[in-house]
């Protein structure tokens, strides 16, 4: 029978935490499913995703508007280490290319991104104060560390966090206009239903489609 992990052999803590913040570890929120043998560990990082189409939206737009030669563009849930008390996984991450010099792309980050881009999250906090605690204290390790701008989406309330390294934090809904990089702009929205990955509100497409 199939363990937990997915293969043979039973999964370790390091198996469950999701990030680790200030040496302290931020585990899966649905890290006891898989030891009850309800959820395979591969599985975790999906269990809570939302629309996943708007990261792959995202992804689309940076990729056709961002100069190739300039800017390394990373998806799939990227580590990301600013120091050796902190473990972050990134859903986005768009790098300077000149900044990527001694970068092994096989592991985790060591440069920081010029823009984060966050969805959701699937971090094991139910408490809300502690959650929001948890939403600013990684926002704000990423600024420090010289990450430029971080845009966390919310895909239930659907509204967008944007925080910059000039001290200027505010929410706005997707169809408020913003700068993504480098001058780049668009709403959300827009740019949804431009996207191959995610179909316009209200639009069901047919089977012969």
């Known amino acids: 029978m199939k363990s937990p992990t997915g293969k043979l052999g039973w999964p370790t803590l390091e198996d469950l935490i999701y990030e680790v913040i200030d040496g302290k570890p931020v585990f899966y929120s649905k890290a006891h499913t898989v ?76 440069v920081a991104p010029e823009l984060v881009i966050l969805k959701d999250s699937v971090a094991g906090i139910d408490d809300p104060t502690r959650l929001l605690g948890y939403f600013h204290d990684k926002i704000r390790k990423l600024i420090d560390h010289g990450t430029e701008r971080v845009i966390w989406i919310n895909t239930i309330s659907q509204l967008m966090t944007v925080a910059d390294d000039d001290g200027n934090w505010y929410t706005v809904d997707w169809e408020e206009e913003i700068e993504w990089i480098n001058g780049l702009e668009m709403t959300l929205e827009d740019m949804l239903a431009e996207s191959t990955f995610f179909p316009p509100r209200g639009v069901a497409k047919s089977d012969d489609e």
């Not at 009850?36 to 560990?41: F, G």
């Not at 689309?60 to 563009?73: A, G």
């Open 35 to 110: 030891m009850q043998e309800l959820l395979l560990v591969d599985e975790l990082k999906f269990s809570e995703s939302s629309q996943p189409g708007v990261l792959s939206a995202i992804s689309q737009f940076l990729w056709d508007n961002l100069p190739e030669d300039e800017y390394q563009i990373f998806t799939n849930g990227i580590g990301y280490e600013p120091d050796s008390e902190n473990h972050l996984v990134l859903d986005i991450a768009v790098c300077d290319k000149e900044k990527m010099e001694g970068q092994n792309l096989s592991k985790a980050l060591q």
